[in-house]
């Protein structure tokens, strides 16, 4: 019998409510007018309801949900800022959260002061930091900048040096809240990189993001949250499904969509829909590749949208996937009319067998679906050579 995985992370019944005051007095000269009156009492707010789940180490966890959904209230209590009303949370292993970046810098000391200042509040002596600080300021991108006063760092210089001061904490269970959503897109892919490096060094980490090209990308298993309580575990893919459809019904109520929603394989709002898609050579007798091309047609003006595609086998279990986003390749705004060809190149590593490619196309917000197709085109693998299946697939991406 298999030994189990040791938890890193237990979360039992955990509830949290606020509780938020009906009246609000600012000033102390308000305080003082309204000593002797007694205060019109508290409106109670329930942010979550009995989240129970355990995350083994070694396991990337996503949480997904709306806004107010009550996720960033959870990484808080996981990481101990907040207790919760009800429950309890139990942590095996040093933890680090990377919950609100720069917390503890000082706008009126240099970059350099700061990074000294911030790495004592990570528990580096001066000697460790001494030690760090090239690789600090060259993953930051700031050599030039680190004797300029921190008030006068852009929004994103800031985040990049936060960020790169943070993953320099050793650490066995990493709480992570929406990093991947600051800084410019070179910056991105240095954050996208240290994601791969953590998943390949199985640290054990706990994902919060709205961009399910990451989540889906990066996380093991996934919880939704809506309405404060799970409403979806497990796969990434099917909850990353259930959370897009979340919006695409939003949106529908309000415009109407251009998909055909008669069967529950195709949805989203039909700005871009695609209308062919192929995986060729169908027999992939003695290949080493396997070439996916999608064509999709624009029914309205999109800004950059992100492109990508996930393979599924016959047991309906999904394989792999990635996007132009994670590729790092930069698409064009389109508008109504325009035909956009997709082409992709995949290291022929699958076993015998049948399997399905689900196409999809999203707003370059990472949240919105223009359009999801699952099972658009299914190919067939007999081989008398196989690949190594340990490896990762170099996939490239053609769009033009």
Known sequence: MMEQPEVAVEVSGVGKVFKLPLEKRTSIKELFV????????????????????????????????????GKSTLLKIIAGIYQPTKGSVKVNGKLVPFIELGVGFNPELTGRENVYLNGALLGFSEKEIAAKYSEIVEFAELDQFMDQKLKNYSSGMQVRLAFSMAIRADADILL???????????????????????????????????????????????????????????????????YTKLFT??????????????????????????????????????????????????????????????????????????????????????????RINIHWTIPNIFADGKYYVNPAVERADGITECDWVEEAEEFSVFKEERTPYNITPDIKVVVD
Not at 49 to 62: A, C, H, N, Y
């Open 176 to 242: 992570i809240d929406e990093v991947l959503a600051v800084g410019d897109a070179a910056f991105q892919r240095k954050c996208f990189e240290y994601f791969r490096n953590l998943k390949r060094d199985k640290k054990t980490v706990i994902f919060i993001s709205h961009d399910m090209n990451a989540i889906r990308e990066y996380c093991d298993r996934t919880i939704m949250i809506e309405d404060s309580r799970i409403t979806a575990e497990g796969e990434t893919y099917r909850v990353a499904m259930e």
């Open 34 to 69: 309204h000593f002797f009156r007694r205060a019109k009492g508290y409106e109670l707010q329930q942010a979550l309801q009995d989240i129970t789940f355990d995350v083994r180490k070694g396991e990337f966890l996503g949480i997904v949900g709306r806004n107010g959904s």
């Open 249 to 338: 019904e939003d949106k529908n109520k309000t415009v109407g969509s251009k998909i055909d929603h008669e069967t529950e394989k195709r949805w989203g709002d039909g700005a871009i829909r695609y209308i062919k898609t192929i995986a060729k050579p169908k027999k992939l007798k003695d290949e080493k590749t396997l070439e996916i091309i999608a064509q999709a047609q624009a029914y309205e003006n999109v800004e950059t949208p992100i492109f990508g595609f996930s393979v599924k086998n016959s047991a309906g279990e999904y394989l792999l996937g990635t996007n132009t986003k994670i590729k790092g390749v930069k698409t064009k705004n389109v508008k109504p009319g325009d």
